[in-house]
Nanobody, 128 residues
Framework: QVQLVESGGGLVQAGGSLRLSCAASGLFFSNYNMGWFRQAPGKEREFVAAITAISWSGSRTYYADSATGRFTISRENAKNTVYLQMNSLKPEDTAVYYC??????????????????WGQGTQVTVSS
């Protein structure tokens, strides 16, 4: 049974930082593309960042324009964990952040419908 468990969310002031973690179990982690998405109240889910499965050349990362330069996605395969380091947080980053996993590669890594498995989410609130 595949499980993705996010942690690290919380309340932070604008300009602050948080590091989200997503611990995966029940899958061969290094074979999976991993993504972070978020959903704010009244808004649709949106892509934040993704990192590809391990290949001979390593992993590639992808970012939404809103995350570029402020967020960093990384993975630690020995711990079956993917991270999202978020710096210079803004009130508009407030959302529930979800981790997702996929190994089929049937669609864009930046599209939520491409992912097989999802975590339960962790709340990030950025105060102004």
């Amino acid at each position: 049974q595949v499980q993705l468990v996010e942690s690290g969310g919380g309340l932070v002031q604008a300009g602050g930082s948080l590091r989200l973690s997503c611990a995966a179990s029940g899958l061969f982690f290094s074979n999976y593309n991993m993504g972070w998405f978020r959903q704010a109240p009244g808004k649709e889910r949106e892509f934040v960042a993704a990192i590809t499965a391990i290949s001979w050349s390593g992993s590639r990362t992808y970012y939404a324009d809103s995350a570029t330069g402020r967020f960093t996605i990384s993975r630690e395969n020995a711990k079956n964990t993917v991270y999202l380091q978020m710096n210079s947080l803004k009130p508009e980053d407030t959302a529930v952040y979800y981790c997702a996993a996929d190994h089929r590669s049937r669609g864009s890594i930046m599209v939520g419908d491409s992912y097989e498995y999802w975590g339960q989410g962790t709340q990030v609130t950025v105060s102004s």
